[in-house]
């Protein structure tokens, strides 16, 4: 049964500052990772999908990687701005073919 | 291209009343896929579905249905509400299964409270 875990659940950092998002998972069949933000009262917005033959992804100031050896995967946000407050969640699906959602990493960009 | 639009973005019902939650996905995607996300137990899957068919469901009583239609809208229905259905309901759409790698589109979600 795949279960996901992010830590730290809260992070506050200066603007400016590189910083590293973590996401644990149990189940090493995973078919992808995917890392999501949201803003509050609103839906999910996908940040990045890494397919598990991948080790990473880029788009912009993000990337993400995966190691299923290890089952981890981390979204690094480089330059962080204050409009990149929101919550993180990232997702694995498993052997199951189920998403499941981590409870998330709520971050505060400070200007 | 109109993003994931789910209806009505609020609702409140009493306890023991039946409510229906309605999704249209991005045009083109035909799956959607349902989930429940409260503050205790973060968000959780409820079922997927793809060409009309429930192609995978999570741990949820079967007072939670849904329902896909030939257009890809999608609705889900909750019977005999209880207090712990109070949730932020979401629904996500993507081109094909997730399990195939479709990234997920979500709607913002409709707002459900049991009084």
């Known amino acids: 049964k795949q279960e996901v875990t992010q830590i730290p659940a809260a992070l506050s950092v200066p603007e400016g500052e590189n910083l590293v998002l973590n996401c644990s998972f149990t189940?090493?069949?995973?078919?992808?990772l995917q890392w999501f933000r949201q803003d509050p009262g609103k839906g999910l917005t996908s940040l990045l999908l890494?397919?598990?033959?991948?080790r990473e992804q880029t788009s912009g100031r993000l990337n993400a990687s995966l190691d299923k050896s290890s089952g981890r995967s981390t979204l690094y946000i480089a330059a962080s701005q204050p409009g990149d407050s929101a919550t993180y969640l990232c997702?694995?699906?498993?052997?199951?073919?189920?998403?499941?959602f981590g409870t998330g990493t709520l971050l505060a960009v400070q200007p | 291209k109109a993003g994931v639009t789910q209806t009505p973005r609020y609702l409140i019902k009493t306890r023991g009343q039946q409510v229906t939650l309605s999704c249209s996905p991005i045009?083109?995607?035909?799956?959607v896929s349902w989930y429940q996300q409260t503050p205790g137990q973060g968000l959780q899957f409820l079922f997927e579905?793809?060409?009309?068919?429930?192609?995978n469901k999570g741990n949820f009583p079967g007072r939670f249905s849904g329902r896909q239609f030939s257009n890809s809208r999608s609705e889900m229905n909750v019977s005999t509400l209880e207090l712990g259905d109070s949730a932020l309901y979401l629904c996500?759409?993507?081109?094909?299964?997730?399990?195939?790698?479709?990234?997920?589109?979500f709607g913002n979600g409709t707002r459900l409270t049991v009084t």
């Open positions: 996500a759409s993507s081109l094909d299964l997730v399990s195939y790698n479709s990234p997920l589109h």
């Open positions: 997702a694995g699906g498993g052997a199951t073919n189920k998403l499941i």
């Open positions: 189940d090493s069949a995973i078919y992808n």
């Open positions: 045009s083109g995607h035909r799956s």
């Open positions: 579905y793809f060409s009309e068919t429930q192609r």
């Open positions: 890494i397919q598990s033959s991948q």
